[in-house]
């Protein structure tokens, strides 16, 4: 297997069109790997994009590519969704499918983000699209393109409009952010000069709940994303963390030290009626809900080092899930309940695992690199995201379930950790 | 049919898109349990007339609302795993103890703290079982466990920075701190 890394700028750079750059220049995309098929898919600029703080076609192109199911084709074509396509061109530079669009900005100040799909083999036209958006969503509106592109080739949903959590530090000062799939467009949800820790997405994709110390503690709040409301979901005595949503959205596991050690806790949405899950002489944390919301998986000590257990959320014994190495954490537990993504110790390095549970299959270790953390599912089930360092710095990385393609997020020069990929819709 | 009636044709599913207002949230006031958050109108360029952005995120700044006062530090360190007092801390025990107990509503917070290695929640586990270690020493030296509360920052708030066995055997500890 060879390996080749992509370094692009923006899709106008690449072009080589001598155009003046918009912010959107420092877009950059790091994309490495090699997949078994990659649709070749060729993306020329959206006429008028230029006019726009965002390069959409860059976007789209960075987004599929991700996914691992598509190579994009360079291509410096003028055209946009009303164009008819020469097929044998673009056959000729080897493209299996084409998307033409426009980016035209309306008298209300909005955007009309129009895009086309054409399967080069067949000759014909797959669909269109076409988002009308406040300037603020722009890259919203290309991520739904990459969305409806990737769904119509696949059959499935793309992930590309999700967003995204994590945590940076830049000194004292610490950040929960939320950014597109893609890193980019990241914004602030909670500043603090203390420690954030354990984002995790409601269902819903309108909240997050979250560790905070700023009480000089582990404390859990939920924040509403679009008002910034926040409420406490748990402050006992002691330490309160790791906190998950079912799949409903109703209730919240949380790891509370209120009783001795560290152990796993059920309660309502708003933090009521905390009832106690696990119930051993061990630390018990790191919870998360199965699909189907009926058991939970977690982190316990209880036979020496860390390993990953699920047992009912209704209480009852527990059924270690983790067999290989004397350290296991952080599970993720795919959509459909098939694969767990965790954390394993080897030797001094902590790597990203993924094994599909109650098959008997080995575990099999995704990455090179050896600070792995805080894996979580795309929504669709296709794509892990976690943070690792690469080249003496923080980094949130996306891999496929095969470990063959992988993209780098964000990277900057502050810490950043805890990612955690929201739900679908937002 | 020509492709802008196609387009016409497909769901223009952005028109609609309705979200709640933008604002931004500044926390001045440290006891209020809910922050009060006045509009500000922060990533304007979003919200028009026509249009609420869906990528709108408020945000929330604690930076101004917690001078986390912090008193002089007592400090019990850990080895390697252990979660054991070691028998040279006893006398600084029993100095805190004896505090406590001649002042039954003086209260004292005991900070587990883990090194840098592993997960963040695993590791706040850790450090809350050390903490509980010194909580448990105290209780026995005639501390009420009503006046001592065990708590865990875990990996998140190194005493030292580095990646070494010495800046870690600095890190598992255990801080004794009035509020």
């Excluded at chain 1, 993720?332 to 098939?338: E, F, K, L, T, V």
């Excluded at chain 2, 249009?51 to 408020?58: D, E, I, R, W």
Aim: overall charge neutral; some cysteine; proline content about 5%.
């Amino acid at each position: 297997m060879h390996n080749m890394t992509m370094n692009r700028r923006t899709f106008a750079a690449a072009s080589g069109l001598a155009l003046a750059l918009p912010a959107h220049a420092q877009f950059r995309v790091e994309i490495s790997g090699v997949g078994a098929t990659q649709l070749p898919i060729a993306i020329p600029r959206f006429r008028d994009e230029e006019k726009t703080p965002q390069g959409v076609a860059a976007i789209i192109r960075a987004d599929l590519e991700r996914s691992g199911v598509f190579r994009g084709v360079d291509t410096v074509a003028l055209m946009d969704e009303t164009t008819v396509p020469q097929m044998p061109e673009w056959r000729q530079k080897s493209a299996d499918l084409l998307v033409g669009g426009s980016v035209m900005r309306l008298a209300d100040g909005r955007f009309d983000v129009r895009a086309k799909l054409w399967d080069v083999v067949k000759g014909r036209e797959l669909g269109g699209q076409s988002l009308v958006v406040p300037p603020a969503d722009l890259r919203l509106a290309a991520h739904r393109v990459a969305d409806f592109i990737y769904e119509k080739i696949t059959g499935e949903k793309g992930v590309f409009s999700t967003r995204i959590a994590y945590v940076t530090r830049s000194g004292k000062t610490y950040a929960l952010r939320i950014a597109d799939a893609d890193g980019e467009g990241g914004q602030v949800a909670l500043n603090s000069p203390e420690p954030i820790i354990s984002p995790a997405w409601a269902p819903s994709g309108h909240e997050l709940a979250y560790v905070s110390f700023e009480r000089q503690k582990a404390v859990v709040y939920a924040q509403d994303i679009s008002s910034g409301k926040r409420r406490e979901i748990a402050n006992f005595r002691g330490s309160n963390s790791a906190p998950a949503w079912s799949p409903d959205g109703q209730s919240l596991a949380a790891t509370l030290s209120r009783d001795g050690l560290a152990q796993i806790y059920v309660m309502g949405r708003n933090g009521e009626n905390p009832r106690r899950v696990t119930n051993s002489q061990a630390i018990d944390t790191e919870p998360v809900f199965s699909p189907d919301g009926h058991s939970l998986f977690f982190v316990s000590d209880r036979g020496g080092g860390p390993q990953i257990y699920r047992t009912a959320v209704s209480g009852g014994n527990a059924e270690r899930v983790s067999f290989t190495g004397n350290y296991n954490i952080s599970p993720s537990i795919s959509p459909d309940g098939r694969y767990m993504a965790y954390i394993s110790r080897q030797g001094g390095a902590f790597k990203l695992y993924l094994t599909e549970l109650g098959a008997g299959a080995s575990p099999r270790a995704l990455t090179e690199s050896s600070d792995d953390e805080s894996p979580s599912f795309s929504p669709n089930g296709r794509l892990i995201m976690y943070a690792t360092r690469s080249q003496g710095r923080d980094v949130l990385m996306t891999t496929t379930l095969d470990g063959k393609i992988k993209a780098k997020l964000v990277s900057t020069a502050a810490d950043v950790r805890e990612p955690m990929w929201g739900p679908f819709g937002r | 049919m020509n492709a802008l009636q196609k387009f016409a044709g497909l769901a223009l599913v952005a028109s609609l898109f309705v979200t709640g207002c933008a604002s931004d949230v500044k926390l001045e006031d440290k006891a209020a349990p809910v922050e009060t958050r006045s509009p500000v109108g922060g990533a304007g360029s979003g919200a028009t007339a026509n249009g609420t952005s869906q990528s709108q995120v408020a945000s929330v700044d604690l930076s101004k609302s917690n001078t986390a006062a912090v008193t002089q530090a007592r400090v019990v360190y850990f080895d390697l795993d252990s979660y054991v007092v070691k028998d040279e801390y006893r006398p600084l025990l029993e100095a805190q103890a004896k505090q406590l107990a001649a002042d039954r509503n003086k209260k004292l917070s005991v900070e587990g703290h883990t090194d840098e290695r592993g997960g963040s929640e695993y590791n706040l586990a850790l450090g809350q079982k050390r903490a509980q270690a010194v909580a448990k020493v105290l209780t026995v030296l005639g501390a009420n466990d009503s006046q001592v509360e065990a708590v865990s920052f875990g990996k998140e708030r190194p005493a030292v920075q580095g990646s070494d066995e010495a800046a870690w055997a600095k890190n598992r500890r255990a801080e004794l701190n009035v509020h």
